[in-house]
């Protein structure tokens, strides 16, 4: 009878335990926070470029214990940042610091960011290409040479550089073809785009006879058309990433305004369609600047996804930490007076109800010759 009453006890407080347990799970913020890092083509360089196997790996695992001495649980890695790959691809060309590597250097990375439980979704720049030089360095099989050669409006010069027009359908493949294949070969845990879109300035002839064409056929303002196209490309994307049940995020600029007039992205249209996991704007601005102070542009993106399923993050600019902000007028000291910008900023956002941030980008963190000021931004993110 005393063994049977102990063993009911027992099983009461083990129930009562495990009740609690499952509750703390269940509210513990971490689970609902994403701490991230983009890790640009430019980090790669700073970084990355001229090691052997071995020391890519070592300077791997160091990147990744930098970032999580500040709580990053997420990387943006950049896969394709001009229509290019710093994966194995048959899709786009190898970009040529690492053509020759006999290594696969983009699967260290996932497979190491895993072993520290960091998440990696690819980072794709979906249709800027290269400067108009960088164009002979291009394989003459390859399809987008083809299109220079020939003045076809696939592919567009725009102030110096080409960019992919999105609204031919084989140029979306292309895309699309290039996400395919990295969620095929990696074990990314999602794809994320940033806001390179139509570049901002892209005139008449960016797109005139298709445009034309299909004006003829259904009257259509050419900002409408060129929104139209790249909720396309977005929906195609979607599709592709959902069918390998993955996550898919885009960054945009954090004036919205900008967003739908000038790269024609059309954010709201994305939400209520269901197209985007979460936002991430590029909210780079201090407390201070005149014209987008932070606080009133987190509030206002805080708006603009309202009710909607669609998570948002808050993008953050590491890299002026320490530095005048010369588009700021008179408050183009303050990331220089005060090295606690970032900590405030997620604190904010967070207290806001968002579910995230990010930091652009690694190496303005983590240069080693980092000024003492965005060494005394980082005893704060790590406090």
């Known amino acids: 009878m005393k063994n049977r009453y102990i063993r009911t006890i027992f099983a009461c407080l083990l129930t009562v335990v495990l009740f609690l347990s499952g509750c703390t799970k269940k509210e513990d913020p971490e689970e609902r926070i994403t701490r991230a890092i983009w890790f640009s083509f430019l980090d790669y360089q700073e970084t990355l470029v001229g090691r052997d196997e071995k020391g890519f790996e070592g300077m791997v695992d160091q990147i990744l214990d930098n970032v999580k001495s500040i709580g990053v649980n997420t990387i943006y890695l950049h896969a394709t940042a001009f229509t290019d790959a710093y994966h194995e691809s048959t899709v786009y060309p190898r970009v040529k610091d690492y053509e020759d590597l006999s290594y696969d250097s983009f699967a260290i990375f996932v ?191 805080i708006g603009i996804v309202g009710e909607h399923d669609t998570e948002l993050y808050v993008g953050l600019a590491a890299y002026k930490s320490g530095a005048a902000d010369g588009y700021a007028g008179d408050a183009a000291q303050e990331w220089v007076d005060n090295h606690d910008i970032l900590k405030r900023q997620i604190d904010y956002a967070l207290e806001q109800g968002c579910k995230g941030y990010a930091f652009f980008r690694y190496y303005s963190l983590f240069d080693p010759e980092a000024s003492e000021a965005v060494r005394e931004e980082i005893q704060h993110l790590q406090e």
């Open 111 to 301: 497979k190491r960011a895993h072993e520290q439980n960091i998440q990696v979704e690819a980072w794709i720049n979906p249709l800027r290409s290269v400067l108009e030089e960088e164009t002979e360095d291009w394989d003459d099989g390859f399809i987008l040479k083809q299109w220079v050669k020939e003045n076809n409006e696939r592919i567009r010069y725009v102030g110096g550089r080409y960019y992919l027009n999105p609204a031919y359908e084989d140029v979306r493949e292309l895309i699309v073809s290039n996400i395919r294949e990295i969620l095929e070969k990696y074990d990314v845990d999602g794809i994320h785009l940033d806001d390179y879109f139509y570049p901002d300035g892209a005139g008449r002839n960016f797109d005139a006879y298709l445009y034309e064409e299909e004006n003829y056929n259904e009257p259509i303002t050419r900002e409408d058309f060129r929104r139209k196209q790249i909720n396309t490309l977005v929906r195609e994307i979607h599709d592709a990433v959902k069918a390998k049940k993955k996550r898919f995020g885009i960054s945009v600029s954090g004036n919205n305004q900008y967003n739908y007039d000038s790269i024609y992205a059309d954010v709201s249209y994305w939400m209520e369609e269901g197209l985007v996991d979460y936002l991430i704007p590029q909210i780079y601005w201090g407390f201070e600047n005149p014209v987008r102070p932070y606080m009133p542009t987190t509030d206002e993106w």
